[in-house]
């Protein structure tokens, strides 16, 4: 379906493509694993990020907002991809960036490419992003200014999340997908109406919070199933070391497929090793979902070969 708002058109999800992983690469481990191409939709708005904002944005534009306020740090998937939807979308944005402006990064570059103002905090004062109020007060003018958290996640943005489920056929057993926020595996989960097995991959040591934030919309039960996998690989988030690149570069040889070095390379890998660990059975069908997040690879650019 393409995306139109007023005469615009925002995204055509029909880029949005099912790809199936060679063969080789899960042969004799599970029946099949299928890739949702997310990435596919638009180089910044990548994957989930076009989920969780356009009902967002469809809502600001629809009661008269002029400017959309959000937050993020250097290497936000999130934060550029609202600046270049709010364009889109004919409004004005504002990014909260934690750190100081020394930080500048080649993501936060692209953000003011798109036209959004970015307003370093100090980490002190980021801890203060879940007040609404103290977020808009940031932008000057309030009355005319929609506040989106960070990594879109409130209801809007699970809602938004919820439509992936239009994808998502009912012969397969799991769907896997990469864990920021929560906000992409509760809107799916919540309204995914079978009992699927979700697995939410955590670039992280720890997923707590995530844990928390999931359970407060889905409890975990026999008929909407999920758990989440941290990673105890890589040392942390966005840690990451040569085994990770050699990884996608791999994956991307093998499957004609590249991968994000923050979310989904990280995705694979675990994936990767529960197969070798035969953590499914030989009848599961797994749906991957690519969230996109590839502008964050310009950082090890000369470290990939796609
Ligand atoms: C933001 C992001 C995620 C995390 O999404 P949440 O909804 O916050 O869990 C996963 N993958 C990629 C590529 C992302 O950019």
Redesign the pocket.
Known sequence: MKITYGNMDIIDERLAVIQPLSKFWYEGKVAGIDVLRLDLLHPVIS???WY?LRLNLGYALDNGFKKVVTLGGGYS??LVATACAAKRFGLTSVGIVRGDESLMTPTLQQCRDFGMELKFVSREDYTNRHDTQWVISLTGNSSDTYYVPE???NERGRAG?GLLTRFVNPTYTHIAL????????AGLRGKLATDQQVLGYVPMKKCVEQEQYISSFVAPDKQKPWRLIPDSNFGGFGKWNNKLTDFMNDFHRENSIPL?L???GKMMYLLNQALQNNEFSTCDRILCIH???LQGNTTVKQLLTY
């Open positions: 994957g989930n990020k969780k998937n999130h990594g879109g996640a999340a990469a864990v920021g926020t929560g906000t992409t595996l994000d923050i979310y989904t969230s996109g997040g």
